[in-house]
């Protein structure tokens, strides 16, 4: 009986020694499947900046990942919340948070990383200085991107705006000097590539620009613009502060992802945290 009852209790504890290692084996598992991620962008500049500059470097923390490329401006962040993506990298904050107010979503910027500024264009001048009175310039007609346009023109010394207005949400209305007489043609900003040839001048969006294989470095001038007009690292706030988003953070702020921005998007605008 007293052999009896030692085999019974090594078979115990060899069960138990079996249930312990499956436990662990288990949470080996759901670690594992938690760096699989799947990341989205539009087709463009960012997914390109995915692929290079982002999903490599996940790579090497053992993550498993997917990109997305979606077509348009809203499905990337309906996949997002819905649970689909885990990050996302398309938008600016100011449209990030616009959308979130819209559509009821609770979404977070991780981080601004360098972004395709915005340029005035031009086949018939070669400088700013040269632009002649009453010249036409082409600029977007929606509210966001046509503020981004008046604030370079205001830079630069063609126009001059209301200090009391709105930065970000400057308009036509807001001028009180036009020095050249500059003539406006508001249209669609994904036809401004086009616009270059039919206007004087044409200020035209980053992403526009590079989706019609222009070069940045083109333009007669290119935008200062704002952190707001950035683009940033997106997740769902839920998870603001998990691994992912720990890692992507560690990832863009990182010597090696500025130094391929460096290599692979010439005249990309770095954001002012990369800059101090």
């Avoid at 078979?11 to 084996?25: F, K, V």
């Avoid at 979404?107 to 001048?125: F, H, Q, R, W």
């Avoid at 044409?202 to 019609?212: E, I, M, R």
């Avoid at 998007?265 to 002012?272: H, L, Q, T």
Wanted: hydrophobic share 40%; with cysteine.
């Amino acid at each position: 009986m007293k052999k009896l009852g030692l085999v019974l209790t090594l078979a115990a504890l060899t069960l138990a020694g079996c249930g312990e290692e499956n436990t662990t084996s288990g949470t080996g598992g759901t670690a594992e499947a938690s760096k699989e991620v799947t990341l989205g962008s539009t087709a463009g500049p960012y997914s390109d900046m995915l692929s290079k500059a982002i999903v490599p470097a996940l790579e090497e923390k053992g993550y498993t990942v997917k990109t997305v490329e979606f077509s348009d401006y809203i499905q990337p962040n309906v996949a997002l919340n819905s649970g689909d993506l885990d990050a996302n990298l398309f938008q600016h904050t100011i449209y990030l948070e616009n959308f979130e107010t819209e559509n009821n979503m609770d979404l977070e910027g991780l981080i601004s990383v360098p972004t395709a500024p915005m340029g005035i264009y031009s086949n018939k001048y070669d400088s700013l200085e040269s632009i002649e009175e009453g010249a036409t310039i082409a600029i977007p007609n929606d509210p966001v991107n046509a503020a981004r346009a008046f604030l370079i023109l205001e830079d630069e010394g063609l126009i001059t705006l209301n200090p009391d207005a709105e930065v970000l949400k400057v308009s036509e209305k807001d001028i009180e000097d036009n020095i050249k007489n500059l003539e406006f043609q508001p249209i669609e900003a994904g036809q401004l590539p086009r616009a270059v040839e039919g206007s004087d001048l044409a200020a035209v969006p980053g992403n526009f620009a590079l989706a019609s294989s222009m070069n940045l470095l083109d333009a007669l001038v290119l935008e200062n613009m704002p952190d707001e007009y950035r683009n940033v690292v997106a997740v769902k706030a839920e998870n603001k502060d998990g691994q992912l988003a720990e890692d992507l953070i560690e990832i863009v702020e990182s010597e090696e992802f500025e130094q391929t921005i460096d290599e692979e998007f010439e005249g990309f605008g770095k954001p002012g945290w990369m800059t101090e």
